[in-house]
């Protein structure tokens, strides 16, 4: 019986080993008058790579905060949503959006926060796709190798008089193995795009690495 026993405890024991470990992702908020500023808190097993990723997150926090108290933006929020996450990274879109007294409208700024959850760095662009140039960019949206999505997830295509002017290492994960580029407003279409994202799918993903590795 003894032995039954500890046989069972170690195909316990297993099972809870093969488990993967994904982080709990909870929000923060903090406000005032004219801000309100939902964020990501993000929890692992890991205590370090749970501090280096947070403190990291802090500092997109921190810049909301002095957009609205140092340079007095007269409204500021922030929000975040989580778009991938297996046992080794998370995803995360966090949006900062303020408005400044007078002007005709406000201003976004998206950043890609991609995590390796057991070190706590940033994961760069390069590890997971390779690109040249910008002019190897544009040509892969115009050819339909790529594809070009505004914030509302609409698809379309770059605007006469507008050009990709640079790569950006600004993305996320959006799971099935594809990636998107962030670009800011007005980088890759007029306001009425927001922001504007380059899809990688898998077949591109392949196709670019081929061509760059």
Not at 54 to 65: E, G, M, R, S
Not at 84 to 99: C, F, G, H, M, N
Not at 110 to 130: E, S
Not at 162 to 186: C, F, H, M, R, T
Request: glycine share 8%; net charge positive; aromatic share 14%.
């Amino acid at each position: 019986m003894g032995m039954l026993k500890k046989l069972c405890m170690t195909s316990m024991l297993g099972v809870m080993i093969a488990v993967p470990t994904y982080a709990t992702v909870v929000t923060g908020s903090q406000s005032d008058v004219n801000m309100e500023l939902k964020y990501p808190l993000v929890y692992t097993n890991n205590m370090f790579a749970q501090k280096a990723i947070n403190t990291d997150i802090a500092n997109y926090v921190l810049y909301a905060k002095s957009v609205y108290y140092d340079q007095h933006a007269y409204q500021v929020k922030q929000n975040y949503k989580v778009t991938y996450e297996d046992a080794q990274v998370v995803s995360i879109l966090l949006t900062t959006y303020y408005y400044h007294a007078g002007a005709a409208h406000g201003m976004y700024n998206t950043k890609g926060l991609v995590y390796n959850k057991i070190t706590g760095q940033r994961i760069p662009l390069y590890n997971y796709v390779k690109v040249s140039s910008a002019q190897q960019l544009e040509k892969g949206i115009h050819t339909g190798v790529l594809h070009l999505y505004t914030s509302d997830h609409k698809r379309t295509n770059i605007p006469r008089g507008w050009n990709v002017e640079y790569v950006s290492d600004n993305y996320y994960l959006k799971g099935k193995g594809a990636i998107g580029l962030v670009y800011q407003p007005y980088e890759l279409g007029p306001y009425s795009y927001g922001n504007t994202f380059v899809e990688f799918s898998p077949k591109a993903i392949e196709y670019f690495n081929r061509m760059n590795g």
